[in-house]
């Protein structure tokens, strides 16, 4: 079993976070300095070794997002900008990494690996909400529709005025 990260054990999150800008805006990169800074500004004793491991699983995730931002943004390109069909694409996506995470990271903590879990049931309840509520309003704009064609055409309208009077409903022109 894995020990686990001594950073992540020895310092609590407010060092954590402002050491993780520290990373970032070092470029990941002088470790013995970022060790003295921390012991300087903090008063705790982290061994260059285990800040660089941290560092280096830091700066994988940061990499990890930039992937997923880029992908999503493809995603985006390749749907035309389909809403539907981009929020299924990205809650796919999103789903995927956080179950490889929970499976590859040993360092999760039951609370962590709890929260990773919440984090997907919203994600799959928001997804189902989102396909519930566009299944409805298309329902209503066919029953809106339909019902425009029925008075209209008993009034005698051309088909291409029914179908133009089906767009408006619908939002397309």
Do not use: C
């Not at 470029?27 to 060790?35: H, K, S």
């Not at 539907?84 to 499976?103: C, G, P, Q």
């Not at 329902?139 to 005025?161: C, F, R, W, Y």
């Amino acid at each position: 079993m894995a020990k686990g990260s001594i950073v992540r054990k020895k310092l609590p999150a407010h060092v954590r976070e402002e050491l993780e800008k520290q990373l970032v805006k070092h470029g990941f990169a002088d470790y013995t300095e970022l060790v003295e800074w921390l012991k300087k500004t903090h008063g705790y004793t982290i061994s260059r070794a285990a800040l660089h491991r941290f560092g280096q699983k830091l700066e994988e995730r940061i990499k990890k997002i930039s992937d997923i931002t880029e992908i999503a943004k493809a995603l985006g390109r390749a749907s035309n900008d389909n809403e539907e069909e981009l929020t299924i694409a990205t809650s796919r996506l999103i789903s995927a990494e956080l179950f490889n995470n929970l499976i590859k990271n040993k360092e999760l903590s039951t609370a962590e690996l709890k929260e990773a879990a919440q984090s997907i049931s919203v994600l799959l309840r928001s997804k189902v909400g989102l396909l519930d509520y566009q299944r409805k309003v298309q329902n209503n704009i066919t029953s809106a529709q339909n019902q425009a064609e029925k008075l209209v055409s008993s009034a005698g309208l051309s088909p291409d005025k029914i179908k133009l009077l089906r767009g408006i409903i619908a939002g397309i022109t």
